[in-house]
């Protein structure tokens, strides 16, 4: 059996209450701020080209590189694990998120741009694994469903995050001064005040050797890793062609092309924070076919819609249906680790980058090759149909090792 710090004495229920309650604090503080520095930076990649002189072709290679990068870093957080545990690996690993962004805002030419963005995919690929293998940990010793409030404070955190750099902006050209700002002043003391309360001992040297022998298997694996990969594709197609669209095709009016992430991302926090009691009530697998049906119906009103509003409208509903697929995954990753070894949430967590990297160029690419705007969106809605298929992976009867 394994053993780790919050788990070896087996404290009564009362007597480990608080600690529980406080390393959730600090889990909803570590998602926070990884979404709110991610969508920073992310905010500001079209300063950061110009600023830079970077043309189009090597800003698309640059934004292409950094999910690989994510990907290694989530591999190799899934090596330091089990030698330093979660809580270890992801408090120097978050402060170094805001880190490179501050690096980011000084780097003034494209060769020392590319070792900080080298150092933002690792450390940002870290974060997101060693975050959700606290979520998973954590859910299994409440006994209840917590890990979609988890990626709502990030959805929350990207979006305050996405506000900031959009008014800060407006004030002050200079692309360092609200990335130091944001990531320095703000980021960083909250960051390290709050991770000593971190769940300790996930996935670390207190595990016994027939834990650490045990192999997680990639068969049940493959249906979560399906859907994760999809779902952060619909996720990236949005942001990267829902502008576009709304310009292009719709004529819509400045604030209503730039507003389409946002407009999305509020469902997408509506139904992470609500999800929990949702799936304790109703079962994963029911909770992510209808999730995925919203997917599918948002995209197509998008593909038909007569103005910007009922496209707006559209992207509201795809954020509603993307919502749930990334916490449930990670759930049923965690149930396929039962020592908490942290393999299978790493293993998992680089598919999001899988998606993140097909989706992002997807429509975009189509449609500089000559596609109608309208028929491009049918593409993601049948993607999304497969992630009704392959929900049968949330079933936790197969994701139980």
């Avoid at 529980?20 to 503080?29: D, E, T």
């Avoid at 599918?296 to 593909?303: A, K, M, T």
């Avoid at 509603?320 to 293993?347: C, K, N, Q, Y």
Wanted: hydrophobic residues 55%.
């Amino acid at each position: 059996m394994a053993k780790t710090e919050a788990s070896a004495s087996t404290p009564s229920a009362g007597a480990i209450a608080p600690v529980l309650r406080r390393a959730r604090v600090a889990g909803f503080v570590a998602f926070g701020a990884q979404g709110f520095a991610f969508s920073l930076l992310t905010s500001e990649v079209a300063n950061i080209q110009s600023r830079l002189g970077i043309d189009d072709g090597t800003l698309s290679i640059l934004l292409a590189v950094v999910p690989v990068i994510a990907g290694v870093g989530s591999v190799t957080a899934g090596f330091l694990v089990g030698r330093y545990s979660s809580s270890t690996v992801l408090r120097v690993a978050q402060v170094l998120v805001p880190f490179s962004i501050l690096l980011a805002g000084y780097a003034s030419s494209f060769g020392v741009m590319l070792p900080v963005l080298a150092l933002f995919g690792l450390t940002v690929g870290a974060v997101d694994a060693t975050t959700n293998m606290q979520a998973v940990a954590l859910q299994k010793r409440y006994g209840r469903s917590i890990i979609l409030s988890f990626h709502g404070c990030w959805a929350l955190g990207a979006f305050v995050g996405s506000a900031a750099a959009s008014l800060t902006a407006r004030f002050d050209g200079k692309v360092y001064s609200n990335l130091y700002l944001a990531s320095t002043i703000l980021v960083v003391p909250v960051l390290l005040a709050f991770g000593p309360r971190l769940l300790r001992g996930i996935g670390d040297e207190t595990l016994t050797a027939e834990a650490k022998t045990i192999k997680i298997p990639w068969k049940p694996m493959g249906a979560i890793c399906v859907v994760i990969a999809l779902a952060y594709l619909g996720d990236s197609t949005v942001s990267s062609a829902g502008g576009v669209y709304m310009e292009k095709e719709l004529m819509a009016h400045g604030w209503q092309y730039t507003a389409v992430y946002a407009v999305y991302s509020v469902p997408l926090m509506i139904g992470r924070f609500s999800g929990d009691k949702l799936t304790d009530r109703f079962g994963g697998v029911l909770i992510a076919r209808i999730a995925a049906v919203c997917a599918v119906l948002g995209f197509l009103l998008v593909c038909v819609a007569p103005d910007a509003w009922v496209a707006l409208g559209g992207f509201a509903v795809v954020g509603l249906g993307i919502s749930v697929m990334a916490p449930l995954t990670f759930a049923a990753a965690g149930r396929l680790d039962p020592h908490e070894t942290g393999i299978a949430v790493a293993r998992l967590n680089v598919f999001n980058y899988v998606g993140f990297l097909l989706g992002a160029p997807l429509l975009t690419s189509l449609w500089q090759a000559g596609l109608p705007y309208r028929p491009g969106w049918l593409i993601p809605a049948v993607l999304a149909v497969l992630m009704f298929v392959f929900a049968y992976g949330f079933d936790t009867r197969r994701t139980v090792a």
